[in-house]
């Protein structure tokens, strides 16, 4: 049985404004606009023209063909002009009431929707002369007012601030810093589930978890562990006072040349536990000292009873496996706790 946490219980930063203020939300943050919007503006402007000169040519011209007779198909075009006449003035005051927007859109809508009927009517009732002069008015209503609001709205875009550049915004240095924390914070952390007393099949997996993950975690670990995973590479930014708290057999430090993320911390030296580093690059102790911090440690596992790792049967090449059952594979393959490869009695 595996009980698992993941770092959810991490309260998310607290976002202020500049001056010390708190953050707006989302609905009252001011829209950023730019030179894209102005696009997308006057695209959307030119489509409804587009639309509305291929629906006034192309009505008259269904019917026509509809009914054969050329006076219905005039009747048509005068009959759908008075109402956009009328809609013309009346749009100027609702203009001025209403928000210029929304108006845009509604009448776009209804002049799409006298359109997108003549299908469904014809399959359900059939065309006839008046369905066409109902649907034409329809369709019309909405020309007059929507081309009005949008070119009510074109100095108001151009006056809108530019917007600020996305890729850049997430390029900066603090932005990846920041994202990476919380990448990291949202990490699962699992350990076994404990039938009976403490045994050697107790593991503790940290993954990237951050402190403030271990600390929220603190109540629900064990007081000890046969092995545990160091969190996040075994790096100093992720050093857990709880580390040092709970005991442990072995520590699995995970880490290869790309160090970016920081050295090995430092107090991993100061624990009594055998550490199994995959890459020693990483390590100050080891780029001072030459050699391996294990050299000095003991294990509990030899099949002899407590002693040096370096009377580990393995590590002297006397057997194909080591006691413990812990392997180390890097990059130059597999190897026993020892990390600097040297011979077990140095002169």
């Known amino acids: 049985y595996v009980r698992v946490f993941t770092g959810a219980c991490t309260k998310p930063p607290r976002r202020h404004a500049r001056d010390g203020r708190s953050a707006p939300t989302a609905t009252e943050r001011t829209p950023m606009h730019g030179k894209s919007t102005t696009i997308r503006f006057l695209t959307s402007n ?78 359900v009732w059939g065309l006839n002369f008046g369905w066409f002069v109902a649907l034409g008015l329809l369709s019309a209503v909405g020309d007059i007012p929507g081309m009005t609001a949008r070119d009510a709205l074109l100095p108001a875009v151009n006056l809108l601030p530019s917007a600020p550049d996305i890729q850049e915004i997430l390029n900066r240095p603090v932005t990846k810093a920041a994202y990476t924390e919380e990448l990291n914070a ?65 520590i699995l430090v995970s880490n290869g040349d790309y160090q970016k993320a920081g050295k090995i911390a430092p107090a991993y030296l100061e624990l009594p536990a055998v550490k199994h580093c995959t890459n020693c690059s990483a390590c100050d102790w080891y780029a001072v000292s030459g050699c391996s911090c294990n050299r000095m440690a003991v294990c509990y596992d030899l099949a002899n009873g407590a002693g040096l790792t370096i009377k580990c049967p393995y590590v002297c090449g006397a057997q194909q496996s080591p006691d413990c059952g812990i392997f180390i594979v890097g990059a130059t393959g597999r190897r026993s706790c020892l990390c600097d490869n040297l011979p077990v009695q140095i002169n």
Not at 216 to 236: C, D, R, S, V
Request: aromatic share 4%; with cysteine.
């Open 46 to 123: 030119a489509l409804s023209l587009l639309g509305n000169s291929v629906a006034g040519v192309v009505l008259p011209l269904v019917l026509l063909a509809r009914t054969g007779d050329a006076l219905a198909a005039g009747t048509l075009v005068l009959i759908c002009a008075v109402p956009q006449m009328l809609a013309g003035l009346m749009g100027g005051a609702l203009l001025d009431r209403l928000n210029r927007r929304s108006i845009s859109i509604v009448s776009d809508f209804i002049s799409a929707l006298g359109i997108a009927l003549l299908p469904v009517v014809d399959m």
């Open 186 to 250: 949202a990490s699962v952390v699992f350990h076994n589930r404990r039938t009976q007393e403490a045994s050697t099949d107790d593991i503790l997996m940290t993954g990237d978890a951050s402190p403030e993950t271990l600390d929220a975690l603190a109540e629900l670990l064990y007081e000890n562990y046969y092995i545990i995973k160091a969190p996040h590479h075994g790096t100093a930014s992720h050093w857990s006072h709880l580390l040092s708290e709970i005991s442990s057999s072995h």
